[in-house]
């Protein structure tokens, strides 16, 4: 059966280039161990917990809620639906995915299995490299996410495990309020990935997904490897 599915890879690289939440420290990497010099390679690396393509664990927002260290297993390995709105998107840095737009991929694609992580594509990796075009890094923060409506529907009405997005963040960018984060999502327990890139690759309907955080102990976060199993 394994043998049938293709391995999409949906994860950023990690560097010191990385584009990271505006005023969080870049990754820092420092060679201490040489092949030549002591027989093997070996780094220190430093990171804040939500770099590059992240796990965003419920208690990010929500205090007393899961840390990364407390998510099971079995919640990270969970059929994946993909919204795609990159063509509504464009250039629209205040683009969100609307409830109505939900309603027309269930209708398109058929209904979103309940307990499912959702992706959402708006096309924005395509400036994942671009401080300013990517985040508005400099002036106020701009990105597209998804709107309340929708972010609501798919964990009350679908029983969403997590949210998925190609972006900086979940909610967009002007949601200084953050309410998907603090009012729908974190508080029913349901985790994030942000900073996602390659969702072009992978169907509305039919993958499973691989989202791998580091157990830190008490992580509000973690970068993580995510990989899309495609039929």
Known sequence: MLENLRAVDLTQTIGPDTVMWPGAPAPALQTILTVSHDGFYNRLVTFVEHTGTHFDAPCHMVEGKESVDQIGAERLFRPLVVIDISAE???????????????????????????????????????????????????????????????????????ACGLGSDTLGIDPGFADDFVVHRKISHPRGVWHVENLQNLRSVPPLGAWVVVAPLRLVDGSGSPCRVIALVP
Do not use: C, S
């Open 89 to 159: 998107v464009g250039d629209n840095p205040d683009a969100i995915l609307t409830l109505e737009q939900v309603h027309a991929f269930e209708a398109a694609h058929g209904r979103i299995p309940d307990g499912a992580a959702v992706f959402l594509r708006t096309g924005w990796e395509e400036h994942n490299t671009d401080p300013v075009k990517y985040g508005n890094q400099g002036g106020p923060l701009r990105f597209p996410g998804f709107g309340p409506d929708a972010a609501r529907f798919l964990v009350a009405e679908r029983g």
